[in-house]
């Protein structure tokens, strides 16, 4: 099964800028280091927003996390990079109760494949 909504899923900038590509963020610098190594860089942030927009529009849930909140969905895959090596991640996508909109939660390497 595919993220609901897909086509219509967020990336906020913020996200990206402030948290996965942040070498300053206490959770996000170890995800930062991991994304930059792949060639993604903070200026051209879009270039991740779109990977992992593609990302959740080519490969299927895994799991998915009923909160008090609405569901949280997992998604686990390679991801296509600027420097063409395709490292596995885990996607994790919110849809907040009574909506239809996916935002993105996190990102991060899937543990136990090599992301060289």
Known sequence: MKLPGYEQAVVPERKI??????????????????????GFTINEWQTLANALLLHAATHEIVS???TPFGVNY?????LATPDGRAPHVRVVWF??????????ATAYPLKGVRND
């Open 74 to 78: 997992v998604i686990e895959g390679p």
């Open 17 to 38: 800028t402030a948290y996965l590509l942040s070498l300053t963020h206490r959770d996000g610098r170890s995800k930062a280091i991991f994304f930059m190594r792949f």
């Open 64 to 66: 998915l996390e009923q």
């Open 95 to 104: 849809i907040a109760t009574g909506e239809q909109t996916p935002y993105l």
